[in-house]
């Protein structure tokens, strides 16, 4: 079995900084793509930053610029540092793992996700 801790949300006012984590441990062989994903009330799970293993990244048009991923493959770990924080990036943040189990089946693996709440 395979676990993804995270850590890091709370409540900050705008303007203000998080920095969220993600660990990965288990039956893990290999790993791609580590990334976060963000849902609102009401709305679908969506892509805010993704990094690949090369270190390539990709992020959401609206926290570009604001919000910075990496990784740390030694640790299994993805970080997302979000900036100058605003009221509607305010949402249950999910660490997203795809790669390779014990058994060499390509997988998608999720953290129960951290809420982040943007407010005064």
């Known amino acids: 079995q395979v676990q993804l801790v995270e850590s890091g949300g709370g409540l900050v006012q705008p303007g203000g900084s998080l920095r969220l984590s993600c660990a990965a441990s288990g039956s893990i062989f290999s790993i791609n793509t580590m990334g976060w994903y963000q849902q609102a009330p009401g709305r679908e799970r969506e892509l805010v930053a993704q990094i690949s293993s090369d270190g390539s990244t990709n992020y959401a048009d609206s926290v570009k610029g604001r919000f910075t991923i990496s990784r740390d493959n030694g640790k299994n770990a993805v970080f997302l540092q979000m900036n100058s924080l605003k009221p509607e990036d305010t949402a249950v943040y999910y660490c997203?793992?795809?790669?390779?189990?014990?058994?060499?089946?390509?997988?998608?693996?999720w953290g129960r996700g951290t809420q982040v709440t943007v407010s005064t």
């Open positions: 997203n793992v795809r790669g390779r189990d014990n058994n060499y089946y390509p997988v998608t693996w």
